[in-house]
């Protein structure tokens, strides 16, 4: 409800000019890895090209592509998501920007929107945000870094789901991010609100059984994955998020079942184009 007032208040209040003006443009921000072709490697075409029919320009988006192996404030992580974002801004007049993000991405925004005087360029960024759309965000991080870091050994699905001991791995260890939550980032219970919405959305179960067709929806061998990580959660997850992470900042948007005619979106499906997801990203451009 809180997200369709919202909805409805910022409806109301842009005027005819504004609508006539305002260049609105969407920005895919990637979760934990190192990518060079996020847009075929990490969210896929159907994702991408099916949100972007939202807008009234389809050309106004970008695909971003940095090292998020990095701690989130390292210049290769928040100094790289920047770079790309200002340039995409200004080489379009973006005016009005939905970042879109997944998993890790949650927090490289969230230090952006949590620390505007730390690099010149973060006002400026901060200020054309209308909201971020955060899938499955770690935002109180996860078991599965406690278990990487204390050097348990996963299935080797866990490669590309998380990575192995690298510093944006150390940084989603749970206690470390009750720390950043409670001295370094904004949104979460008791601290200063974000500057722009930040409106997860939970998974919370997974599917893998050979029989059922939802567990092939990104890609079987990864649903196989998740349900063997998720013993490691709490009965709410999504293999690797739990939903309290997710929903630890900012405000809920949904839970996946509640808005995917009672499907549910594992880690991996909730960067893909599964049960309509990306039908529900495009609509709210």
């Given at each position: 409800?809180l ?5 409805l208040?910022l409806?109301a ?5 504004y ?9 895919f921000?990637h979760?934990t890895g190192?990518q ?5 490697d990490?969210?896929?075409?159907p994702m ?5 029919q939202g807008l009234v320009?389809?050309?106004n988006?970008?695909?971003?592509n940095?090292?998020f ?5 390292d210049?290769r992580?928040a100094g790289c998501l920047?770079g790309?974002?200002?340039?995409f801004i200004d080489s ?7 970042v879109i993000t ?5 927090n490289?925004?969230r ?5 505007p005087?730390y690099?010149s360029?973060y ?7 209308r ?8 935002s109180?991080?996860t ?8 050097g ?9 789901l ?7 791995v150390r940084?989603q ?8 939550n409670?001295?370094?980032?904004y ?12 409106w ?8 893998s ?9 990104g890609g079987?061998?990864q649903?196989?994955?998740l ?11 999504d293999g690797?998020?739990e ?5 630890a900042?900012?405000?809920l ?7 995917t005619g009672?499907k549910?979106?594992?880690h991996?499906q ?6 309509g997801?990306q039908n ?5 451009l």
């Amino acid at each position: 409800m809180l997200r369709i007032t919202m909805t409805l208040l910022l409806t109301a209040a842009a005027s005819t000019a504004y609508a006539a003006t305002a260049k609105t443009g969407v920005a895919f921000v990637h979760g934990t890895g190192s990518q060079t072709n996020a847009y075929a490697d990490y969210w896929q075409a159907p994702m991408v090209d099916t949100v972007r029919q939202g807008l009234v320009n389809q050309a106004n988006y970008v695909v971003i592509n940095c090292d998020f192996t990095q701690y989130m404030w390292d210049s290769r992580a928040a100094g790289c998501l920047a770079g790309q974002l200002k340039s995409f801004i200004d080489s379009r007049g973006i005016t009005d920007l939905v970042v879109i993000t997944h998993s890790n991405g949650g927090n490289v925004i969230r230090w952006i929107m949590s620390n505007p005087t730390y690099d010149s360029r973060y006002p400026a960024i901060i200020s054309k945000i209308r909201w971020v759309n955060a899938l499955a965000p770690s935002s109180a991080g996860t078991p599965l870094a406690n278990a990487v870091m204390a050097g348990n050994v996963f299935e080797s699905a866990l490669g590309w789901l998380l990575g192995y001991k690298s510093d944006a791995v150390r940084q989603q260890q749970t206690s470390w991010m009750a720390h950043y939550n409670q001295n370094n980032l904004y949104g979460t219970s008791g601290r200063p609100a974000l500057p722009k919405g930040f409106w997860s959305v939970a998974g919370t179960d997974v599917v893998s059984a050979v029989w059922n067709s939802d567990a092939y929806c990104g890609g079987y061998s990864q649903s196989v994955g998740l349900e063997v990580t998720q013993n490691w959660l709490s009965s709410c997850s999504d293999g690797f998020i739990e939903c309290s992470s997710a929903t630890a900042a900012g405000s809920l948007w949904f839970y996946d079942k509640n808005r995917t005619g009672g499907k549910v979106l594992n880690h991996n499906q909730s960067r893909r184009a599964c049960f309509g997801l990306q039908n529900i990203l495009r609509n709210d451009l």
